[in-house]
Each structure stands twice: as structure tokens, then as C-alpha cells.
């Protein structure tokens, strides 16, 4: 047994993730090039002329071999060339680019909505099983997977904005009286935090709420199972008798041992979480006009704008690969077993 | 759902399964008359213990029905538009209200079950057929096959599930077929993954040897004496994700994508009524999306109710 050290570790996570890299823009690459019909045709859409398809067809190299197109293909991505946006006009990186911040912003909202209400659900289920509390946990959560997304924040918006009035028209990131906050994060809450308008500040979190809400129920149900699950497991095991034996407190065992033990599996499920989560983003955006690369992709869709949509699921795997990378190098911060190799 | 990897051996001598899960593997196993009585006498017990798996047994039937018999059921034509009768909220004659062409949304969205299960249906089984094959190969023959199969599967499982259905169906063509092949696709590893690791945990279980033994070849033992031992728990699996193969169609028709108006169908009311909510005719959206999420609800408890009665372990 010897243990390896943290740069070596990140390393070799990192190299690890390589062929789902590889693997993503194979199938991307094969999405765009396999489309039935001419794809030059798809590219330059609907409405262009013979010689616009012919040009399209010189740029994008579909006279050449499969195998050449792949590789003019990575080198489009290496120079961050991803086409043209037939429905904005623009470079679709710099339309992705744009709207990033918007979707990271309100998935890590839903995310951090989702931790604090899954983690003490789970907990609370986990040292009371088989109490009412378990089983109203077990079916809240089943519940929350349920519920399409797309019509939880159509609910909301109807109790919340027409009904009872308390939330803001849905209607994108800020309301028209405000400006947006200098960018250094592109994240407006922590934005206008750091330039210190606190007005802004509020506004952007009440137009937040109700989409990072819904989001947060759907990612509910994984994460507030597997912490019962995790709590259950660890705190049968013997050191936690043990730890009980020798009188400490109940909250000592059950934060101090217990749920730091029981972490590791919740971290690993946030793989899945994030899934979820940046699929459930696209029809949350649509919902909420939020001006993001989700509703952006969906605009492209209904337009036949293939450029854009293909540079949507690129952007969107790629940012997963990453996540997931983040998540593994997190467990091996918490988990001081996962650098030993036996 | 299974979020935590079952066991995997490495090598056939770790394959030894603990006492309590051989107890249990023959018990599953175990197909004689006894055991069968025994398995109805277990439902009966589960379905007096547990009334919630009960009613969803009992919305899993009306849903059924809705999807043969639809049109028969339906109060109205779902199509037929009705001017003077626009957007009216439920009332006696239309208990969901009419949507702004007048049209009654319950026959809608009674009629659209047949869709929407359709689509989910169709998709499960051909994910669940090729997952099956996929998984019971690269369990049973490991290897470059396995290699392979894991491969292919953990590339599909590097896009988000959701955003690699829209990315397939934008590139194959937006039609009702291709959001079946699409949700089919996504489908795919969680088929290939559980068969894969039920398989390989009975690989070399003893009756697998004494079936080779007597001269059957790979083929016979993974159609007749595997595959049937991991089909229930399949079964728990092919519940919970028909629920999420039916989101996962409604919200690519939510977004514009396969199925076109004027046919009715859940996403899509849900989508076409979005434009009305903020002026409050709620009715237009909410019951479809209601329905939805029974629908969805139900496949989930009775996933949840099957595991019980199939595996009380995988419980979470």
C-alpha cells in the first residue's frame, strides 16, 4: 500500500475522463454528419441558394473522406469554431458563451436548493425508519420525480405570480427597471454582491426563485434517498455503536460520524443529480423566458438552426464531463482511502 | 432506481455470494408450486400492507383502458373545435374546461394516453430488448465484448440523458418515430448495465456450470438459464423507467419536437396552455400536466411496490 499524492491523483482523473471527451465529439461529430439527406443542406437551412449550399459544403470539407471531415472537424473545434447561428447571426460560441453564466446560474441555484432540503429530509428519514416521517419522505420524493418539470413551473408561476402575486412576471434573468450588474462572474447574484447594489441583488433572486425551485424538486428524490440510504447503512456499522457506547452526544455521532461518512455515497449520486439537472435546465428555461444556452437550443430547434443545436449538446456533454471530473476530484478530497492504491 | 453500482466480482473465486444473498437468489430462483403460492400469498401481503402500491395498480388499469379504448371513453371529439364555447372552465359538460378553440381538454387528454404510453412503451421495449442482449453478452463472455459494450454505454452515459435525446432527434429528424429511437438510446445503458451485473454475479453459479457441463452452448445458457433468473428483477427496473420514459417523451414534445398539434397530446397541451396560465385560465395546462404526472407517478410506486415484493434489499 502506498499512498499517492493529490497533484498525481488529479492527474490521472484527469487523464481518465479523456476518452469520454473523445467519445462525446465522435458522436457528435457523427450526429452532424449522419443527418439524412444532404447535411450542407441542414447547415445552410431552409431558405438558402444552390451556390450558399455549395459553399457550405467547400467550408464544412463534405466532399472529402469521413475520416478527413472528422479531423477538419476537431480542428474547427480546437480554434473554438463552431459554425454560424442561422437564427442570431452569430459565431454560435460566442451565443453560447453569452448565455452560460445565465444556465450556470440557475442550475447550481436549483442544486443548492435541492442539497438543503434533501440532506436533513434524509437524515431525518434515516434515524427514524419506518416512522411516518420515512414513509411522507419516501413518497415526497417520489412525487418530486414525478413531476415534469415544465408543469411544476407552470404551477408555481400560477400560484406564485397570478394567484398570490409575491413573485415577478417570468420573464427572464432581471426585471426591465434594473441593469445588469458590471460582469466579472457573469452569475448576477454574486455579481452585484461584489459592486454592492443590493436592490439588483434582490431582484435577480426573486426572479431566481421560482425556476431554481423547480428545479431543485426533480433533483430532490435522488439525493434525499440516497442520503437515507447512506445514513441507514453507516449508522448500523460498529464504529457508530461504539461511538454510542462510550456516551458521546447524539448530535456528535450523528454530524461528526455519521454524515460525514455518509457523504461519499451523496457525492458520487451527484453525477446522476446533474443529469437530471441540466436536462430538466432546458424546458425550465423555456418556461421561464431565462435567457440561457437551454432555451437558446430550443429557439435553434424549432428553427432548424443545426449549427446551434449541435453546438448546444457539445457545449452541454462537455460541461457534464467537467462536472463529473469536479465530482470525482471532490470525493478524493473527502475520502482520504480513495488516493490509497492497494 | 439503483444509484449505488451492485457488487461486481473481479474474479470467479470472489463471485461466492453471502449466505443471505443465495437465500434469497433461491428463493427468486425457486419456481416450483410452493414457491409460486407462496410469491401470491407474499403480493396479497404486500398489497394489504402497502394500499398505496394498491392504487396505483388500480390507476395503472385506468390508464390501460384510456389507451385502448380512448376515443370510446372520451365525452367529446378531441379535435372538434367549438367557437362559441372558447376557453370556458370546467363546468358540468366539460369537467377539464375547453381550450381556446373550444375544444373539451378532457376527451384530449384522455385520447393522448395512447400516445404518450405508446411512445413510452415502444421505447422501453426496444431498449430493454437490446440492453438485454448487450448486457447478457458482455457479462457472460467478459473480455473484448465486455470492453466494447461498456464502452459504447459509457460514452451514451457521458451526455446528459435529456440534451443527447434532443441532439438525436434534431439530427435524425423531428418526427414521433425518432423521439421513440431517441428515448430508446438514452434507455440503453440502464438495461445493458443491471443485466451486465446480474449476470455477472451468476456466471459461475452452480446450475450455470452443470447447464455447460451437459453440453448446452453460450447461446442456450444465456437465453434459457441466465436471462430468466435476471428478469425479475428487470421487472422493477422496466416500471421505474417507463415513468421516466414518459417524461422524457412529453418534454421533448413540450419543446416543439415530435409530435405536432393539432394531435392531442400531454406535452403539448401542457406547452399550448403555457401561453394562457399567466392569464389565468389555468385549467388548459394544469389537467394535462396533472395526468402526466399520475401517469408518471404511478409507474414509479409500482416500480417501488414490485421491488418490494421482487427484492426487499435494493429498498432505498
Avoid at chain 1, 426563485?209 to 460498529?238: E, K
Wanted: hydrophobic residues 55%; aromatic residues 10%; neutral net charge.
Amino acid at each position: 500500500m502506498s499512498r499517492t499524492s493529490t497533484p498525481t491523483l488529479i492527474f490521472r482523473r484527469i487523464l481518465a475522463a479523456l476518452p469520454s471527451i473523445v467519445g462525446v465529439i465522435i458522436i457528435t461529430f457523427v450526429l452532424t454528419r449522419a443527418l439524412p439527406g444532404d447535411p450542407a443542406a441542414y447547415f445552410a437551412g431552409p431558405a438558402a441558394s444552390q451556390e450558399a449550399i455549395e459553399q457550405i459544403r467547400e467550408t464544412l470539407g463534405l466532399n472529402r473522406s469521413l475520416l478527413a471531415q472528422f479531423f477538419i472537424y476537431i480542428g474547427e473545434l480546437f480554434r473554438g469554431d463552431l459554425g454560424m447561428s442561422l437564427t442570431t447571426g452569430q459565431s454560435v460560441l460566442s451565443d453560447l458563451l453569452a448565455r452560460l453564466p445565465a444556465s450556470l446560474e440557475l442550475t447550481l441555484a436549483g442544486l443548492f436548493f435541492s442539497l438543503v432540503l434533501a440532506l436533513p429530509l434524509g437524515v431525518l428519514a434515516a434515524t427514524r425508519p419506518g416512522s411516518w416521517i420515512d414513509h411522507s419522505v419516501r413518497l415526497i420524493a417520489t412525487a418530486g420525480v414525478s413531476l415534469p418539470t415544465f408543469f411544476t413551473g407552470l404551477l408555481l408561476i400560477y400560484l406564485f405570480y397570478f394567484r398570490l402575486g409575491v413573485a415577478p412576471a417570468p420573464l427572464g434573468r432581471l426585471s426591465l427597471l434594473y441593469t445588469n450588474p458590471p460582469a466579472v462572474t457573469g452569475l448576477f447574484l454574486i455579481d452585484s454582491l461584489l459592486a454592492a447594489d443590493f436592490g439588483t441583488f434582490w431582484a435577480a433572486l426573486s426572479q431566481l426563485m421560482l425556476p431554481a425551485i423547480t428545479l431543485g424538486l426533480f433533483a430532490l428524490a435522488p439525493l434525499a434517498r440516497v442520503t437515507r440510504a447512506a445514513m441507514l447503512g453507516v449508522l448500523s456499522s460498529d464504529f457508530i455503536r461504539t461511538a454510542k457506547a462510550s456516551g458521546l452526544s447524539r448530535r456528535t455521532i450523528l454530524f461528526g460520524y455519521a454524515f460525514r461518512n455518509a457523504l461519499l455515497p451523496i457525492v458520487t449520486t451527484l453525477g446522476v443529480v446533474f443529469s437530471f439537472l441540466l436536462g430538466a435546465n432546458v424546458l425550465v428555461e423555456k418556461v421561464f423566458a431565462w435567457p440561457g444556452i437551454g432555451s437558446y437550443a430550443v429557439s435553434a430547434l424549432v428553427a432548424s438552426d443545426y449549427a446551434a443545436v449541435q453546438g448546444f449538446v457539445l457545449t452541454m456533454a462537455l460541461l457534464y464531463v467537467v462536472l463529473n471530473l469536479l465530482i470525482d476530484l471532490l470525493y478524493a478530497v473527502i475520502d482520504p482511502r480513495a488516493g490509497v492504491e492497494s | 432506481m439503483t444509484l449505488t453500482p451492485s457488487p461486481v466480482p473481479s474474479d470467479p473465486s470472489s463471485a461466492d455470494p453471502s449466505p443471505a444473498d443465495s437465500l434469497s437468489a433461491d428463493l427468486r430462483i425457486d419456481s416450483d408450486q410452493a414457491a409460486q403460492q407462496s410469491a401470491w400469498s407474499q403480493a396479497r401481503y404486500v398489497i394489504s400492507e402497502n394500499g398505496v402500491t394498491f392504487g396505483a395498480f388500480l390507476l395503472f388499469f385506468m390508464f390501460v383502458l384510456f389507451a385502448l379504448f380512448g376515443s370510446a371513453i372520451a365525452p367529446y371529439d378531441p379535435l372538434a373545435s367549438n367557437a362559441a364555447q372558447s376557453l370556458s372552465p370546467p363546468t358540468a359538460a366539460h369537467w377539464f374546461g375547453t381550450d381556446d378553440l373550444g375544444r373539451d381538454v378532457l376527451s384530449r387528454v384522455i385520447v393522448a394516453t395512447r400516445l404518450d404510453l405508446g411512445i413510452a412503451t415502444i421505447a422501453v421495449i426496444i431498449s430493454f430488448f437490446l440492453g438485454s442482449i448487450l448486457g447478457t453478452c458482455a457479462g457472460y463472455f467478459g473480455g473484448i465484448a465486455d470492453k466494447l459494450i461498456s464502452r459504447l454505454v459509457d460514452t451514451i452515459m457521458a451526455f446528459p440523458l435529456f440534451i443527447l435525446a434532443m441532439g438525436l432527434v434534431a439530427a435524425l429528424g423531428n418526427t414521433v418515430e425518432n423521439i421513440i429511437y431517441a428515448t430508446a438510446v438514452i434507455n440503453l445503458p440502464l438495461y445493458t448495465r443491471v443485466v451486465r451485473s446480474e449476470v455477472l454475479i451468476r456466471r459461475d453459479a452452480g446450475y450455470i456450470e452443470a447447464a455447460r457441463l451437459v453440453g448446452n452452448g453460450p447461446l442456450r445458457i444465456m437465453a434459457t438459464h441466465l436471462f430468466p433468473n435476471v428478469l425479475p428483477v428487470m421487472m422493477v427496473h422496466i416500471s421505474l423507467n417507463m415513468g421516466w420514459a414518459i417524461l422524457n417523451a412529453a418534454g421533448l414534445s413540450f419543446i416543439g419536437l415530435g409530435v405536432r398539434p393539432p394531435t392531442p397530446e400531454w406535452g403539448i397541451m401542457v406547452a399550448e396552455g403555457a401561453t394562457y396560465i399567466i392569464s389565468g385560465e389555468w385549467w388548459l395546462a394544469i389537467f394535462p400536466g396533472i395526468v402526466l404526472m399520475l401517469a408518471v407517478f404511478c409507474f414509479n410506486l409500482l416500480g417501488d411496490g414490485l421491488r418490494d415484493l421482487i427484492d426487499p434489499r435494493m429498498r432505498t
